[in-house]
């Protein structure tokens, strides 16, 4: 099966953690059959590990905390303890929080796991199973992987590849079932209507299969994703794919959507260093750091909301602020050039970050963002300071 992110700026990867309701169209590479589903809905890189994935004697290796299914037994246990003697493995395993069993087997030496952070048990589990997760059916005996999620005659269900190539499709339980589509195209019009009256006026939702789809004109970037956020939030609904437009009253140059970013980093609050901003046809990418306890929490709606702006995509990246480095340094810095009168009209922060000096902010002309630059070397006697001061 392959996997293609809709309308996404970055290239989907299994091997990273990936936001949750990002809709992905999937096609067979066998017989070419498309659907939409949700990051989501897939195990992507490192499950987390707990009740939901069962570890299973001779397949996993085991330590205490598992949850462990033995073949052949009524459930699964959680380990509280397990160790070896000559020729045995023994566990400890507590079912439904009671006393624990001494359980022994005959050691197992484990070479290669094909599931490492264990097993979904089908088809008790069936309505938690995600795309790509390592499935063990109890009732057949047979190990698989699950590929895909189908409607069939009316039902949904699950599409299991079984170890031996055969495919089987396990129905989902009624409540899981996706709600018909005309009764929840209702529910979601009348939602939206009750928290956006002006806004969903203009845009048209279709809904298929638990996938609702939005589509029309929104006065601005920020309302769109709050359409989108609340569609996501509703229960039963499986995501939302988003086809709506940002109308502009008047036309906002790339550059000057840029500069109104950086003004607004620049204007923060709370710090933040090493940041980028890039903007194409009303675009923005922006990556920024800043220390864990400096989070800016409402910046990503405060740039949303800006005139123009047709699409963000938001990169922050968090350090705890005892491992930044010559702080008192940068801040002696910065309280010169502060007080200098050579940089009037200048606002300018120095931070310290991997191996070097940055120099931040906006300058009024060539002249001062040499100066500063000078004086950032006399003070800290290293040549390793990267002037990004911006003239405007």
């Known amino acids: 099966m392959t996997t293609h992110g809709l309308f996404a700026k970055e290239p989907y990867s299994t091997y990273g953690g990936l936001d949750a309701h990002i809709p992905l169209l999937c096609s067979c590479d066998e017989c070419e059959t498309t659907f939409v589903a949700f990051s989501h809905e897939f195990s992507l890189g490192r499950r987390n590990v707990g009740t939901e ?4 004697y001779g397949y996993n290796r085991v330590s205490p905390g598992n949850w462990l299914y033995f073949k052949g037994a009524v459930k699964p246990g959680v380990v509280m303890s397990c160790f070896q003697t000559g020729d045995k493995d023994v566990f400890q395993v507590s079912y439904d929080g009671n006393a624990p069993e001494q359980i022994e087997c005959s050691k197992v030496v484990i070479s290669n796991e094909n599931a490492p952070e264990g097993y979904r048990l ?3 589990q069936t309505a938690h199973v995600l795309i790509g997760d390592h499935v063990y059916h109890t009732l057949r005996d047979q190990f698989g992987v699950a590929v895909g999620l189908v409607s069939d005659a009316g039902k949904d269900k699950l599409a299991i590849l079984l170890d031996d190539k055969s495919l089987l499709f396990i129905t989902i339980p009624q409540s899981m079932q996706n709600i018909p589509n005309e009764k929840l195209s209702e529910v979601v019009r009348s939602k939206l209507f009750q928290l956006f009256p002006e806004d969903s006026r203009r845009v048209s939702v279709t809904v298929g299969q638990g996938i609702v789809y939005l589509d029309g004109i929104v006065r601005s970037l920020m309302v769109k994703r709050a359409l989108c956020a609340c569609v996501n939030n509703m229960p039963r609904v499986r995501g939302c794919v988003d086809f709506m437009r940002v109308q502009m009253e008047t036309y906002i140059s790339d550059e000057r959507i840029r500069e109104a970013i950086l003004r607004m980093l620049e204007s923060l609050t ?5 940041y980028s901003v890039e903007v194409e046809n009303s675009k923005a990418k922006v ?5 864990e306890e400096n989070y800016p929490k409402d910046l990503e709606n405060r740039i949303a909301n800006m005139t123009g702006l047709q699409d963000l995509s938001l990169v922050i990246e ?4 005892s491992s930044l480095q010559n702080v008192n340094i940068c801040k002696d810095i910065e309280l010169v050039f502060n007080v200098s009168s050579r940089l009037s009209g200048a606002h300018i922060r120095v931070s310290y970050y991997n191996n070097k000096y940055l120099l931040e902010g906006h300058v009024a002309n060539s002249f001062q963002k040499q100066w500063a630059f000078l004086n950032a070397v006399k003070t800290v006697k290293t040549a390793s300071i990267e002037n990004r001061l911006r003239i405007c």
């Open 53 to 56: 994935y069962a570890k299973i």
């Open 122 to 124: 089908v088809p008790a």
């Open 287 to 291: 990556r920024l750091c800043c220390t």
């Open 318 to 321: 968090t350090v705890p602020e």
């Open 270 to 274: 709370v710090r933040v260093f090493d």
